[in-house]
């Protein structure tokens, strides 16, 4: 395991990176049908999560790419729940311009405590900087929005609540976004959010009915700031006209 890992570390051949990365993951896996649990596994897990975020940032090879995600969720499998706690933390962490902290939250949201869980409205300041995350962005809020449908599945056993106490989850930030920032981030958001939540919606059975009710709340939400918008001193170059999707 830690021959492989120098491998990783030291290798300038994208093809020996992939290969060594590709063992990794088979290591995992067998490490992980094991079940055991001790302090050097513990080590060797943390020090091959370092490698992993480090090839996640600009891969040379489409194959390391593909090749990390199933490492990684390997190497989370592998976490007792203090470790798993302190990862995602540590990944909360990292600059919002890695690629890395993206990929991992989308692995990592199902294991997210709800003291921990991503706020929507982060994540759409995100999709509109322009940045070259931002799909990986948009993928990580759609997913999101079905992680909080879960958990207020949860806690209720009527659909209609948790429809109602769902969309108050993101529509706010969602319409806000929308409105009330740079008319280019505005377009950014509309582009890359919009169609997700269709396309979530409609591949859901449970959120499928739900559909045309949630562009009629996310329409009046932006009509009532639209409202406020406009007691708000615009910039001469942008008219109310311009803030309409």
């Known amino acids: 395991w830690r021959y492989i890992l120098r ?16 063992g990794l993951s088979t290591l995992a896996s067998r490490l992980l049908s094991l079940q055991d649990s001790n302090n ?14 480090q090839a996640w940032e ?13 490492l ?32 991992a939250l989308d692995i990592l949201l199902p294991y997210m405590p709800r003291n921990q ?20 962005i948009s993928d990580l809020w759609k997913k999101l929005l079905l992680h909080l449908w879960g958990q207020v599945n949860e806690e209720s056993s009527s659909s209609d609540k948790c429809f109602e106490r769902w969309k108050e989850k993101w529509i706010p930030s969602l319409s806000n976004a ?24 409609k591949k859901n059975k449970e959120l499928n009915p739900y559909l045309s009710p949630v562009f009629v ?12 918008v406009r007691r708000i001193v615009i910039d001469d170059s942008e008219t109310i006209e311009d803030r309409v999707l």
């Open 7 to 22: 491998v990783c570390r030291r290798a300038t051949d994208p093809m020996v990176r992939w290969a060594g990365l590709k």
């Open 40 to 53: 050097s596994r513990a080590e060797l897990v943390n020090e091959t999560l370092d490698v992993v975020l």
């Open 58 to 70: 600009n891969p040379p090879l489409r194959k390391i790419g593909t090749a990390i995600p199933s």
């Open 72 to 103: 990684f969720e390997s190497l989370v499998k592998l976490l007792q729940k203090e470790e798993l706690e302190g990862l995602i933390s540590n990944i909360l962490k990292q600059p919002v311009n890695r690629k890395g902290r993206y990929l």
């Open 117 to 136: 869980v991503i706020r929507p409205e982060s994540l759409l300041d995100g999709v509109g900087d322009r940045g070259a995350n931002t799909g990986a």
């Open 178 to 201: 929308l409105v009330m920032q740079g008319l280019s981030r505005r377009r950014q958001v509309a582009a890359f959010c919009v169609p997700r939540v269709v396309d979530m919606m």
């Open 217 to 228: 709340e996310l329409m009046q939400s932006i009509g009532t700031l639209n409202q406020s």
